[in-house]
Nanobody, 127 residues
Framework: QVQLVESGGGLVQAGGSLRLSCVAS????????MDWYRQAPGKQRESVAS????????TYADSVKGRFTIFRDDSKNTLYLQMNNLKPEDSAVYYC????????????????????WGPGTQVTVSS
């Protein structure tokens, strides 16, 4: 079964940079979107950055535009999030998410849509 593992989080000062990585245990087929989410204490999970594989379009939350970049290396089964000019409000647990195309009705099996999550990595930005 597919496993996702994030890494690269840590403690940095405001204005610093981090690169998060998300490694899949195996190649994932029929990917629809690849995303980074984050969740801070007391707040709802929010989408930070996304890649639509079909259209090859990237999208970003307004709060991170111009500072974060999402990209992937398919040969390494790895998704990245480059984070520059970090701010204290960026502090959160960051999660990798991959969704595949497929049906959503009937029992899971061949052709069924999948939704994979990693366990998260902590990012803390000090002022």
């Amino acid at each position: 079964q597919v496993q996702l593992v994030e890494s690269g989080g840590g403690l940095v000062q405001a204005g610093g940079s981090l690169r998060l990585s998300c490694v899949a245990s195996t190649t994932i087929f029929r990917i629809n979107t690849m995303d980074w989410y984050r969740q801070a204490p007391g707040k709802q999970r929010e989408s930070v950055a996304s890649i639509s594989v079909v259209s090859d379009v990237t999208t970003y939350a307004d709060s991170v535009k111009g500072r974060f970049t999402i990209f992937r290396d398919d040969s390494k089964n790895t998704l990245y999030l480059q984070m520059n000019n970090l701010k204290p409000e960026d502090s959160a647990v960051y999660y990798c998410n991959i969704k595949t195309n497929g049906r959503t009705s009937g029992p899971p099996g061949k052709g069924y849509a999948r939704d994979y999550w990693g366990p998260g990595t902590q990012v803390t930005v000090s002022s």
